[in-house]
């Protein structure tokens, strides 16, 4: 065997490592790197009754959930802890706005539905506000006639 096949090593086997170099055994420090690490990481869900300043106003609640992109597993979170979030349309803060994703069956059923977490002191936060499907209507009501008159 020629020199550049073994790419730097002197001998094949019989070495002192015996199989348990750097990045063949788990090593718990680098759980991270794989598939998101170990132990899922938890985030606070900031919930607010109605689409107010999040960077002026403090939370109604706070959820504790994974920190995970899919919408839908946030959402079945807040409900398990909150169970009036199932009569409530939902808003995400992105971007400094909230952004309308529907009532709670609407996102239920849209399983690929991403949020992305904001980090605030590098602790994940997901700003979600909740208005009741009653007061949605209601304001939705008073715009239309508005916008007509």
């Not at 002026?56 to 079945?76: F, G, I, S």
């Amino acid at each position: 065997m020629d020199s550049q096949s073994l790419q730097g090593a002197s001998r094949t086997s019989g070495g002192i490592l015996r199989g348990r170099a750097i990045g063949n055994v788990f090593n718990q420090a680098d759980a991270s790197d794989i598939h998101g690490g170990l132990y899922p990481v938890k985030g606070s869900v900031h919930v607010y009754k109605g689409c107010v300043d999040p960077t002026q106003n403090k939370p109604n609640m706070v959820v504790k959930a994974d920190v995970t992109p899919n919408l839908v597993d946030v959402v079945k979170k807040m409900a398990r802890s909150y169970s009036p979030v199932r009569e409530h349309h939902l808003y995400v803060w992105e971007e400094g706005n909230w952004c309308v994703k529907g009532s709670y069956q609407t996102v239920m059923e849209e399983v690929s539905e991403e949020v992305n977490w904001d980090l605030d002191g590098g602790k994940p936060i997901l700003s979600i506000a909740i208005v009741s499907t009653k007061q949605f209507y209601h304001h939705s009501k008073l715009i239309v006639v508005g916008a007509y008159t």
